[in-house]
């Protein structure tokens, strides 16, 4: 018997033991507490942030709350044209002045420091971004809070893994963590937050970064339920489906609603490129973009700032037709003129805002076509709140669980996710990609072809140089009609190594073209490349 026992603990022992080593050796024990710090951070920060958008907007709207659309109403005309101008000069000056980058940061900026390792995002330079945001979205521009805050909790994270030794997996996980803490946070949506920095952020599902990701997410929104109360984003009623005849109604919802993502897109993507062309000063940019929203305003409040109030009344039935219809294109067009004239914000908020008017309306076509058997207008501005969201962002799983928790509507899961589905296949297949991954391809950074194309354009020649050696001499069978630089990419490295027939490459600096620093192997070039892609892997996969 004793044996038997020794036996049996030698096996769990020899089990357990590979798993414990493994587990020690990626510092789980420090990731998971660091997660719980950042989810802690990130949620402050959130909290701060929407506390300036409010102390913003006091001045103009004499009020803290979200209630823009009332108070807007009953403002002066020239008090809604000079808020957004005035706010514009405040931000026009930060960025040509103080910030870094002479731009708000968003999501992007969080997926290209991902693709980067964890590296990339400064903690001041996140700060001022957000303080951009605040004072942009408090002034009224037509945006969201969740992207500048995403970048502001990613970069809280990037700035907590400065201080520590990490490896990249590990960098990315964290930053990851912050993003979850800050979506968390500010829908008060814990579990969208976990899916969503998967989804979009890591791009993959990985179970040694569930863990961490669900620590931050979960403390991240304990602080802001103790400040802010566990309350939705969104309150609605309990709408239930009349008949599952509507079917395929909720079918021609989603695709409806895909055609309105695309011209969401376009719209953004086409007056970015417009101002690109605009001869002024970088300071006069917002000022001239906050004139613009200000005298929109004035005939339609509804289109300023975030533009909860005015979704919250699309989901009680509170609009018309012709008022819904006329805000899918207004909202459209300011969020476009907000973000080109450099305003901070983000564009989740307005792809919530335009989906849920898309889906008001279609509501009510539906009950005039027919009245007996379509449910209520409400119901269906949910599924299209849902269905132009995930369409733009490019996440259809987030953003149907975000959905669920920002309404509560647990009931309409069959509805959304076929709208959902649908609507995300449909943009895919008229524009190929996501509102975020265009903003990067205009970096020139294209993410969304699989790791190998990536990494071929973002691994650079430095990375596998073989260094001359002390009598500074290159060796034979070098192929001196090339030469690369150490900050030329690999898919160049691979091209001049076809060219030249597989030689050894010299490596030059480009200010000294003359005196070689190194050389390039085709072999370990190709091996460099293998041992990344397996690396990633294995980081998306254990």
């Known amino acids: 018997m004793r044996d038997f026992l020794i036996r049996q603990i030698d096996l769990v022992r020899n089990w357990v033991e590979p798993n414990l080593r493994t587990f020690m050796s990626g510092r789980q024990p420090l990731v998971w507490l660091l997660a719980i710090v950042i989810g802690l951070g990130t949620s402050a920060f959130a909290i701060l942030f929407r506390l300036t958008i409010a102390a913003t907007q006091l001045p103009w709207l004499g009020t803290f709350s979200e209630n823009v659309w009332t108070m807007a109403s009953a403002a002066p005309w020239w008090v809604i044209v000079a808020a957004p101008t005035v706010g514009g000069l405040a931000v026009g000056l930060f960025l040509q002045f103080v910030l870094p980058g002479m731009r708000a940061g968003g999501i992007a900026d969080v997926i290209e420091a991902r693709t980067r390792g964890g590296r990339g995002l400064g903690f001041w330079q996140g700060l001022g971004s ?54 968390s946070a500010s829908f008060n949506t814990p579990i969208a937050g976990v899916l969503f920095a998967h989804e979009v952020i890591l791009g993959h599902y990985a179970m040694r970064a569930f863990v961490p ?29 009349t008949s599952y005849l509507e079917v ?115 509501g009510l076509i539906a009950a005039a076509v027919v009245p007996d058997m379509a449910s209520s207008q409400g119901l269906y501005a949910i599924l299209g709140m849902g269905a132009v969201a995930a369409a733009v962002l490019g996440a259809p799983i987030s953003t149907a669980v975000m959905v669920f928790e920002l309404t509560g509507g647990y009931a309409l899961t069959l509805a959304l996710l076929l709208a959902i589905s649908i609507s995300t296949g449909l ?46 001499v290159l060796p034979d069978g070098i192929a001196t009609a090339t030469t690369l630089s150490p900050g030329d990419t690999l898919e160049k490295a691979l091209r001049a190594f076809d060219e030249c027939g597989g030689a050894p490459i010299p490596v030059v600096d480009p200010a000294r073209p003359d005196e070689p620093v190194g050389y390039v192997e085709q072999v370990r070039a190709l091996a460099y490349f293998n041992s990344t892609l397996i690396e990633t892997s294995l980081e998306e996969h254990h």
């Open 130 to 183: 957000a303080l951009v945001s605040a004072v942009s979205l408090g002034s009224g521009a037509s945006a969201g809070r969740e992207g500048p805050v995403v970048h502001l909790g990613a970069s809280v994270a990037a700035a907590l893994c400065g201080a520590f030794s990490l490896p990249e997996t590990t960098r990315r996980t964290l930053l990851a963590c912050g993003v979850a803490g800050a979506v």
């Open 427 to 472: 943009m895919l297949a008229i524009h190929g990609r996501s509102y975020f991954h265009w903003q990067l391809e205009m970096r020139g950074l294209v993410i969304n072809e699989g790791p190998h194309r990536h990494l071929v354009r973002t691994v650079k020649v430095a990375a596998f140089t073989t260094p001359l050696g002390a009598d500074g």
């Open 248 to 362: 395929p109604a909720f079918a021609l919802l989603g695709l409806v609603a895909a055609l309105v993502a695309v011209l969401f897109q376009f719209a953004l993507m086409g007056t970015d490129r417009a101002a690109r062309h605009v001869k002024l000063p970088l300071w006069q940019r917002p000022v001239l973009g906050g004139f613009i929203v200000g005298v929109m305003g004035v005939f339609a409040p509804q289109i300023l700032g975030v533009g909860y109030e005015a979704t919250n009344a699309a989901l009680y039935n509170w609009l018309s037709l012709p008022v819904m219809l006329m805000l899918i294109f207004l909202k459209t067009g300011a969020t476009a003129i907000t973000l080109a004239s450099r305003f901070g914000g983000g564009i989740v908020a307005p792809s919530l805002y335009v989906g849920a008017m898309t889906g008001g309306a279609f």
């Open 213 to 241: 990701i669900v620590l931050s997410s979960v403390t991240g929104t304990v602080l802001s339920r103790a400040w802010f109360g566990d309350i939705a984003a969104f309150k609605v009623p309990p709408y239930q489906i």
